[in-house]
């Protein structure tokens, strides 16, 4: 049951794996499509783009439509107390009211005016003198309905910012430059993915060909070590002995060991490479690579520096960021100028109240105005916060100072090392030729009794120790022209 559960794993797998064969420009291209820091990097930039958008609308006039309704749980009732102080001409006024309580038709005391008593009583008020009517009070308590429990209201607001002392503009910038650091990181990013795909490539081939070199090395000694043993148990002229036999056949354990460990990290590498190009676990992966001619360093060490000024994302980044501290200091001088703002406002109004406040004839309404906002005095804080913000592009500053003393001291650094290991490189050339060969000779006199088997195991060990610095010079070579290129931002030799 077990065979046929395994069987049926092995199967599944085979069927959903897939076989990737891959030199080193292809690893570029799968990573930068399959890195997950690349993308992260992407999204953040659709964020920066989105807050760019979001500041731009300052630029617009904002229209907001609103609907209320409301239900109290009863009318609102306006409600008054106290007393009306009356003016004198006002008490006469009254006085000349009352007379018309008199009957129209009374007549007069004196029957020889001709008057009725009302027409008496009114001449006698009008002709007397304001100072004979002393001022009065009438109630004033009032209890009315104000506004009916029920009210719905529909209204346009707009609002316009007409000037802000240039703080929108500096806001707008902030958010266009945010988005130029995004870009900035994406490249950062992808100069990273570049640099680590190189790495383990360039770590894959060193350890592919010390595989090669050293398994040739170990088939050679398990040659050497029968041969030994024959030459020990049936006799030679050369001057063997046990302890001849027991070395090689120590070396030649030794380096079966070292093979392993040499296929383990070749593996290792393989698994690296893989997981940096986006495979799955269970993908086969196949490298392939030409050994071409190693080409030197064709670009003098100022031209590099120059160069990383103007392109290494880490620089374009901080400069980026002074820029954005120029205009956050923009922003705060904002606070010094007027702010002029337009607005108006358009409703319609319905209450459950005929009367009140909120009448028929109000129900229809509209403003406009123009607002002016000046700070006058605010204790200095407008002061300290753009002495905060100048402060603040002075630490920038100083970063970027250090900055670039830091990447120009790695470039030269990296420069020195890519020269040195160049020189090694051409002498190693000579000397591996020269080990091999040797190598060569002392394994093919040894198989004829023409050489001893010091002799022999010396060569051998040469040969590797030769080649294997050899192949770490071409490796540490290569490593540093691609530190040179992530520091510097492209590309520095298209021959690599």
Known sequence: MKKIIL???????????????????????????????????????????AQYQQALSANYPSLDAIFYANRDNKDTI???????????????????????????????NNPFSGMTAREEAQFGISSAPLSAFPKGTISADLDSVAKGRDVV???????????????????????????????QAIIRDRAQVIYDVKKYFYGYILTN???????????????????????????????????????????????????????????????????????????????????????????????????????????????????????????VNSEYMPMVNLFGNVSR?????????????DENRWNIGVAIKLSL????????EVLEKRLDKRIVDEQKVLLEEGIALQLKNEFLKSSIGYKQIETLKEAVETARENSKMNFKGYQYEMVEAADLVQSQLMEVYVESSYLKSIHDYLVSLATIDKLVGEKVNEDF
């Open 7 to 49: 069987s049926f794993m092995f199967l599944t797998l085979s069927l959903f794996s897939k076989e990737i064969n891959l030199n080193l420009e292809k690893a570029i291209n799968m990573a930068l499509d399959n890195n997950g820091m690349n993308r992260i990097s992407q999204l953040n930039l659709q964020i920066a783009q």
């Open 78 to 108: 306006f409600q008054q107390r106290g007393n009306f102080t009356l003016p004198a001409e006002f008490s006469k006024t009254l006085a000349l009211a009352d007379t018309l309580k008199i009957p129209a038709t009374q007549p007069g």
């Open 153 to 183: 209201r529909g209204e346009l607001q707009l609002n316009y910012p007409i000037y802000t002392g240039g703080k929108i503009s500096a806001l707008i910038e902030q958010a266009r430059l945010n988005k130029d650091i995004k870009k």
């Open 209 to 331: 060909e010390l595989y090669s070199l050293v398994n040739s090395i170990y088939k050679n000694f398990e040659f050497s070590r029968d041969l030994t043993k024959d030459f020990l148990e049936n006799g030679t002229d050369l001057k063997i002995n046990r302890t001849d036999y027991l070395n090689i056949k120590l070396l030649t354990s030794l380096t079966q060991s070292t093979l392993s460990s040499i296929e383990l990290n070749k593996e290792m590498l393989k698994g690296a490479i893989a997981n940096a190009i986006g495979l799955k676990y269970n993908d086969t992966l196949k490298i392939s690579y030409d050994k071409q001619k190693i080409l030197k360093q064709n670009r003098s060490l100022q031209e590099l520096v120059k160069k990383a000024s103007s392109l290494n994302p880490d620089i374009n980044s901080i400069n980026l960021a002074l820029k954005v501290k120029d205009e956050q200091i923009k922003e």
């Open 349 to 361: 109004t319905y209450n459950s109240y005929e009367y009140g406040y909120l009448n028929e004839d």
């Open 377 to 384: 005095f605010n204790g200095l804080k407008t002061k300290n």
